[in-house]
């Protein structure tokens, strides 16, 4: 998505707010000033943001933690499909009469489908443009007009899921409704990869916190489970209530925000994609902080798609990376400094 036109449209009016998905990060740069409210499910643009808007939201887009409404709303569309339904839906709620709801996207985005919705949801013609490669869709809200809601009705609610042997998880969180399948590889190795005597785990990039309640039951860990995006927090911390875990669940990007040699144990298993696009230098940023996170006699356990090459950028920060798993295009390695 173009930053120039986001930028263009961020700035009149006054009372706009900012819906900032993964997909807006390029724009928060040194010198960028926004005279507006910004709301995020990301905690590393929260913190980008932090100087560079009026105020920053940091939440699973919960719109009623602003305690205002605006006159703008502008939305870069999510790649998570429940996340933009959810958005038009409740936009209109807090935007005053006349308001604007903006979506912008590239075709690849679904913002054709998005503006058919929101024109479903405010009972008013389709509205789209073209900017060279994006696209924009532009509706005031005539609230005497309105339609019926769209899509997921019940986005903020956390739910127990067969699927997942009865863990919570909710829309808004990748894979949210599933067992990923180089989670479950790595976590069929715990067994004859742990460290002896360690007791002190990092769950990076914690999602629900499948890997964490898989460990569990194994003896007594302390568990540091964190994660970049906050529906992904409110999970794991669900799921480390209805369990007992012992630890704590914090917000941090790749586990940047937390102390250095804290963790006899890492585990991840690192995304390589960043909104819309494959991002290859995400896997470096976590594999550079759990190197940092953890204890000079600690282990790091990764699984990634074999796609990745893991050993040539593992031994940037690590003395010994082994691949201990090929399996279903998924590979377990264990690291060690």
Request: hydrophobic letters at 40%.
């Amino acid at each position: 998505m173009s930053a120039l036109l986001l930028q263009e449209l961020l700035q009149v009016p006054r009372e706009t707010l900012w819906i900032a998905d993964e997909n807006s990060k390029s724009l928060l740069q040194p010198g960028f000033y926004f005279n507006g409210d910004l709301l995020t499910n990301r905690w590393d643009i929260a913190g980008l943001a932090e100087g560079k808007v009026t105020r920053s939201f940091f939440n699973d887009f919960h719109f009623e933690e602003l305690e205002r409404s605006y006159r703008r709303i502008i939305y870069p569309v999510s790649k998570e499909k429940a996340i933009v339904h959810h958005i038009i839906n409740q936009a209109p709620r807090f935007l005053g009469e006349g308001g604007e709801l903006v979506l912008l996207g590239e075709k690849q985005s679904g913002i054709k489908s998005y503006a058919a919705k929101v024109a479903e949801r405010l009972g008013s013609a389709k509205q789209l443009q073209k900017h060279g490669n994006d696209y924009s869709s532009i509706n005031c809200i005539d609230h005497a007009n309105g339609g019926k809601l769209i899509g997921e009705l019940d986005y903020p609610r956390l739910r127990s899921l067969p699927e997942l042997g009865g863990l919570y998880s909710k829309p808004g969180l990748f894979g949210w409704n599933k067992v990923d399948k180089g989670s479950a590889l790595l976590a069929q190795h715990f067994t004859t990869e742990l460290p002896k005597g360690g007791t002190r785990i990092v769950d990076l990039g914690c999602g629900y916190g499948y890997l964490s309640t898989q460990l569990a039951s194994l003896g007594n860990f302390h568990f540091t489970a964190t994660d970049n995006n906050a529906a992904a927090l409110l999970a794991c911390k669900q799921n480390f209530h209805a369990l007992d875990l012992t630890g704590v669940v914090i917000p941090s990007d790749a586990g940047a925000d937390l102390e250095s040699g804290i963790a006899d144990l890492v585990l991840c298993n690192p995304p390589f994609h960043q909104g819309f696009q494959v991002e290859g230098g995400l896997t470096d940023h976590f594999l550079q902080n759990s190197a940092r996170l953890l204890k000079s006699t600690g282990t790091a356990l990764f699984v990634v798609n074999a796609f990745i090459s893991l050993v040539d950028k593992g031994l940037r920060y690590y003395s010994d990376v082994q691949l201990i798993c090929k399996e279903k295009g998924f590979c377990v390695y264990r690291l060690r400094l």
